[in-house]
């Protein structure tokens, strides 16, 4: 039974994590405007009314662009 328990507290946790991933996701793209187009500048590729990217991972590479740049530009 133990393990059972185990397989659920993982699955409970990988599901937590992809829902505060998908708030971080959502927070960080918050200035941006749905236009229809993927707003990952390697991808532009069309998208659905009301959609940022075409998928996670271009959502991803987008958000890892934006942290570097955000962090090279903030030097006190
Ligand atoms: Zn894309």
């Known amino acids: 039974m133990a393990d059972v328990c185990d397989d659920s507290d993982a ?3 990988a ?8 708030a971080q996701a959502s927070l960080t793209f918050r200035h941006l405007t749905p ?4 707003h990952n500048s390697r991808c532009e590729a069309d998208v659905e009314i009301g959609k940022l990217f075409c998928d996670n991972q271009c959502a991803d ?11 090279s530009g903030t030097r006190h």
């Open 11 to 13: 699955i409970n946790e």
């Open 15 to 22: 599901f937590v994590e992809r829902g505060v991933k998908a």
């Open 35 to 38: 236009t229809g187009v993927c």
């Open 61 to 71: 590479e987008h958000g890892r662009f934006e942290r570097l740049r955000s962090n």
